[in-house]
Structures are given as structure tokens and as C-alpha cells.
């Protein structure tokens, strides 16, 4: 089970920033592999420290976190942040990122070797793409609509590759070149005093190409926010939180990496007649008492939007209930399909008329020990109780 990220720093939820960026220096300095060479569990300390540090540093990441624990990470690095119905989000991966903690490395040891930085972790090529954020995306569907499946559409705003300059960046008629600066390596070295740091290029930002002409739609950014539509296929049998995965449907990825990909996560709404178990429903259908005393029949909605009859014994209790067999919900990806369980309530008559009072009084009055056995026989219990109380 992995490890609580709060507590692989030694802080509280409610900590700050600063003191998120004040555990973690302290830890990193103490664990960095530079200083335990050759110690396995130094280095694996050391990549849990950043992990952690890469997740609550972040805002967005963070609330992801201090939500699903660490689910929000699962699924090729995908985070999220829980919305409303139709609410989306998106996220950078989870996990040690060697590319991230380059900065972070920089940071932390920034003073000690003068704005410098170390590569420990390795470094990504220069040119390489970056892959576009996750999206989650809350999709809320009926009860009917998980019985049937469904064809949902959903809209949602996030970045896509910019059509007039097809991701790269440059205005029509010209390209990226190769940077001046670092000409490029994607990274340029610096003396500080006896060391020679290699950190990356700060015109270019480790790109190893710079755009002298950025394209005027997206201004060089190779990707623009953009109103999507989507269809979503909600298979037969869904259940609540289920998480449909649509692979390259997230962001759009810059300088020519691959886009994220769109996870959507189904809630079932709750129905007003039926209560969902697994596979199985439940419902509650009144009958009159007089049909649960002589017997009949009561007519119960089954989910598909039809009806069926039940047969009620003479003598049927409150609570008392009947199966049906194959007529609850599918489970998804199977031919199975759960049971309806139907619970019966026993009404009592109201706004009776004279006859009907009379008619009642005179059953009442005619061998009530034998018409309701439980109810004398549950006096007569109560009887002895008392008569033992009083010896």
C-alpha cells in the first residue's frame, strides 16, 4: 500500500506551502543520493520524497489527492479533483518525474551552487514532446439508462492542437529553429566557481528550437483552448463510480507529444421506486388488506418501463417479500442479469363507511385469537411478563 504522502513529508494537511517547501528541502538534503552513495533505501526515500513533494506542491494535484488518496494517480498518471455533474479537470502525471524534479532540483539548490542545477535524474532529450494533461469529466446517468446503456454527448472546453499552424507553434511559412543559445542541446552549462553546472536553456526551455515567428493563433504555443463535443457509450449494467477511459480525447500535448487522454467517471442517480443492490433491485409495493388476507394478485413496474403481476398468498404479512427472478439490473460485460426483490406493505382502510365499520367490528369480535395469531399471542406473552415481575 502506498505510503501516505503527507506523512512521507512528516507534515499536517493543513500545512502551507512554506512549510511543505521547508519539510521537503530538509528531507531531500538528507536523502539526496550524492550524499548516500551507493544506499538503495537512501534513494528510494529520496524518490518518495519528490513524489510526494511533485503531488502537494500543486495545487490542482493536491485536491486531487486530499480527494481519491492516491487513485487520483492511477491509470497512466492520471489525477482528479471531484466537480459537479459535468464538472472536468485536468492533470499532469503522477509519480517521481524526472523532468520535474530537474526544476525542483534547481531550486533546492539554487544558493548552495549559485542558481545552478544537477542533473540526477536524467533529462529529457532536447525536442521531446511534452504529453498533454488527463481530463476527468463527472457524467451523471438514470437508473433506466444504466438498465439500457446509453449514447451520452458531453462538452467540455480544454487545449487542442491549433489548426492553423498544426501544433508546431510558427506561423505559416516559417519553423521552429534551432536555439542560439544552447544550439540545440537543450541545455547550456555554467561555471560556478569549481563546478561546471549544466541546467537547461533558459531561452528555449529545453526545447533545443526557439520560434522567431510564433503563429498569430496561438502564439506559439502549438495548442489552443477549444469547446469539444464528445460521444460517450455507457455500457448495459454501469454501476456507480465506474470509470470509462477515452484514450487521446485529453489535452493536446505541445511541441509534437501525444495528447492525454479523457477519463470519465458515471454516477448512477438514485430512483424513486427502485433501490439498487449490486445487480439485484429492491422495491416496495402496497397491497390493500383485503387482498393480503383472501389473496389476489398486485401489479409491480419492472425497470425496462413494463409491468408484470405477482401472485399474493391468502395471509400475506407486511414485509413480507417476493422474488423475481432475472428482472434486476445486467452486469456489465456479462449475459448474467440480477433479481427484483419486492417487499409487499399491508394498507390499513381509511375513510371507511358505516357498513364497513360494522362489518369490521363484527370480525373483530369473532375469534380474534385465531384471525391474528401473532397479535394474541403476543399479549399473552406480555401477560406472562408482567404476572413474573410481580411474583
Known amino acids: 500500500m502506498a505510503k501516505d504522502y503527507y506523512e512521507t513529508l512528516g507534515v499536517s494537511k493543513s500545512a502551507s506551502p512554506e512549510e511543505l517547501k521547508k519539510a521537503y528541502r530538509k528531507l531531500a538534503m538528507q536523502y539526496h543520493p550524492d550524499r548516500n552513495k551507493g544506499d538503495k533505501g537512501a534513494e528510494a526515500k529520496f524518490k518518495e520524497i519528490n ?13 486531487a489527492y ?3 488518496g492516491h487513485d487520483a494517480f492511477k491509470q497512466g498518471g492520471m489525477g482528479g479533483a471531484g466537480g459537479g455533474a459535468g464538472g472536468f479537470h485536468g492533470f499532469s502525471g503522477g509519480g517521481f518525474d524526472a523532468g520535474g524534479f530537474s526544476d525542483i532540483f534547481e531550486e533546492m539548490f539554487g544558493d548552495f551552487m549559485g542558481g ?4 540526477t535524474g536524467g533529462q529529457a532529450r532536447a525536442g521531446a514532446g511534452q504529453r498533454g494533461a488527463d481530463l476527468r469529466y463527472d457524467l451523471d446517468v438514470t437508473l433506466e439508462e444504466a438498465f439500457k446503456g446509453a449514447e451520452k454527448t458531453v462538452s467540455l472546453a480544454s487545449m487542442v492542437e491549433c489548426d492553423n499552424c498544426g501544433g508546431s ?39 533545443g528550437k526557439s520560434i522567431k515567428h510564433p503563429c498569430h ?11 469539444r463535443k464528445l460521444s460517450v457509450t455507457i455500457p448495459k449494467g454501469v454501476e456507480d463510480g465506474v470509470r470509462i477511459r477515452l484514450t487521446g480525447e485529453g489535452e493536446a500535448g505541445m511541441r509534437g507529444g501525444g495528447n492525454g487522454d479523457l477519463y ?5 442517480k438514485s430512483h424513486r421506486f427502485f433501490r439498487r443492490e449490486g445487480a439485484n433491485l429492491h422495491c416496495r409495493v402496497p397491497i390493500p388488506m383485503v387482498t393480503a388476507a383472501l389473496g389476489g394478485t398486485a401489479s409491480v413496474p419492472l425497470i425496462d418501463g413494463s409491468k408484470t403481476k405477482i401472485n399474493i398468498p391468502a395471509g400475506t404479512q407486511s414485509g413480507q417479500q417476493f422474488r423475481l427472478r432475472s428482472k434486476g ?17 399491508v394498507e390499513t382502510p381509511v375513510n371507511l363507511s358505516k357498513k364497513q365499520k360494522d362489518l369490521l367490528q363484527e370480525f373483530a369480535g369473532d375469534k380474534p385469537e385465531k384471525n391474528s395469531p401473532e397479535a394474541s399471542g403476543f399479549f399473552n406473552k406480555i401477560k406472562d411478563l408482567w404476572d413474573d415481575l410481580k411474583d
Open 51 to 63: 513524489e510526494a513533494y511533485d503531488v502537494l506542491k500543486d495545487d490542482q494535484k493536491k485536491a
Open 217 to 227: 493563433s496561438c502564439g506559439g504555443q502549438g495548442r489552443k483552448r477549444k469547446e
Open 329 to 345: 439490473m445486467p452486469v456489465m460485460r456479462s449475459t448474467s442479469t440480477g433479481d427484483l426483490f419486492i417487499e409487499v406493505s
Open 66 to 68: 486530499d480527494r481519491f
Open 169 to 207: 507553434g510558427a506561423e505559416k511559412g516559417s519553423s521552429a529553429e534551432t536555439c542560439d543559445t544552447c544550439r540545440g542541446a537543450g541545455k547550456v552549462r555554467v561555471q560556478q566557481g569549481f563546478f561546471m553546472i549544466e541546467r537547461t536553456c533558459p531561452a528555449c526551455g529545453g526545447a
Open 264 to 268: 470519465v467517471f458515471v454516477g448512477v
Open 116 to 119: 545552478g542545477r544537477r542533473s
